[in-house]
């Protein structure tokens, strides 16, 4: 269960310790955000797997970075 103090890395409970739960929490913060498409610049950007990223209105596929493009 997510609460507002920990976010996503709630489901680890009391395992790992504060820093790296937080630095987790970070990263999968910016995995989930949108993306902005670099080919028709629409906030439709979902990814596929690591480092590969799809759009949804145009369906270019492209890669990037693994959590953000």
Do not use: N
């Amino acid at each position: 269960m997510a609460t507002k103090k920990v976010g996503t890395t709630g489901r680890f409970g009391a395992r790992y310790g504060r820093k790296l739960k937080g630095k987790v929490a970070i990263i999968e913060k910016k995995l989930k955000s949108k993306h902005k498409c670099p080919y028709c610049h629409k906030l439709k950007v979902k990814r596929l797997a690591a480092g590969i990223w799809q759009c949804k209105s145009c369906e270019a596929k492209f890669t990037g970075k693994a959590y953000t493009i």
